[in-house]
């Protein structure tokens, strides 16, 4: 496999478990040394750093909680102070609340705002900290959801809307950083093969779910891991603002 990515620094949130952990595998298959962030689940992450170190690079775990704004700062200057540099930032970390109608007496506020804080604030917080010390030709990576652009079905306006947001914001980043050729792109996938899904859909995908779909399977992780590393790349270098579909023709 290319090593295109050798000598490149990339941080990937939330890369504990999920769409995080195959992205960071992937990175470091392709050169990169990575940092991973995460909250909770210390031994997946540190059996993450084994796996990434297997690949022949160097590799750190660092607990962050993105819910608390003033974590992202501490967690960029952990990755420049191990590695010496910062190239490439994937945000992944977010998580997904079960939605009720926005007019259900019942809505749980309380988590709901968590899921802005966690999934805008944090991401916000996170690229704020680290563009001052991205290299210049850096690239910045937003996870964000099929769910941003369409909303085929009731109890998602909080969650979509956390991810709709990001496409905004990476347009203002990318035109903030274009001058130093740094990237900024939305990578949305449609369902996959995670826990998150997992906790929201239950076992399997709806029929009604997947005739949404142009092709009709859920993404692999490895298929979403796959564009987040050619954005990351040397042929990525000219497209920014993006905001790219992996989700099988959901929506269209």
Not at 8 to 13: D, E, F, N, S, Y
Not at 77 to 90: K, M, P, S, Y
Not at 205 to 232: D, G, K, Q, Y
């Amino acid at each position: 496999m290319s090593k295109e990515l050798t000598g490149k620094v990339a941080l990937v949130t939330g890369g504990s478990r999920g769409l995080g952990a195959v992205t960071a595998l992937a990175l470091a298959e392709q050169g990169a040394d990575v940092a991973i962030s995460y909250v909770a689940s210390a031994d997946k992450a540190e059996a993450v750093v084994a796996s990434l170190k297997e690949k022949g690079v160097r590799a750190i775990a660092i607990r962050s909680d993105q819910a608390d704004m003033t974590a992202a700062k501490p967690l960029v200057d952990q990755v420049v102070a191990a590695f010496g540099r910062l190239d490439i930032l994937v945000a992944n970390a977010a998580i997904a609340v079960q939605g009720k109608p926005v007019d259900d007496p019942d809505l749980d506020i309380v988590n709901l705002d968590r899921q802005w804080q966690i999934n805008v604030m944090g991401t916000v917080a996170t690229t704020r900290a680290a563009a001052p010390v991205l290299s210049n030709g850096g690239r910045i990576i937003l996870i964000g959801s099929g769910l941003g652009t369409h909303v085929p079905f009731a109890g998602m306006a909080d969650y979509a809307g956390t991810k709709s947001a990001l496409s905004g914001y990476a347009k203002g980043v990318a035109r903030d950083l274009g001058g130093r050729d740094i990237t900024v792109n939305v990578v949305q996938p449609g369902v996959m093969p995670t826990d998150m899904a997992a906790a929201v859909l239950g076992d399997g995908v709806p029929e009604a779910l997947m005739n949404l779909h142009a092709i009709r399977r859920i993404a692999t992780l490895e298929e979403v891991s796959a564009l987040v590393c050619f954005l990351a790349g040397p042929n990525g270098g000219y497209i920014t603002g993006g905001v790219i579909d992996v989700a099988g023709g959901f929506g269209i």
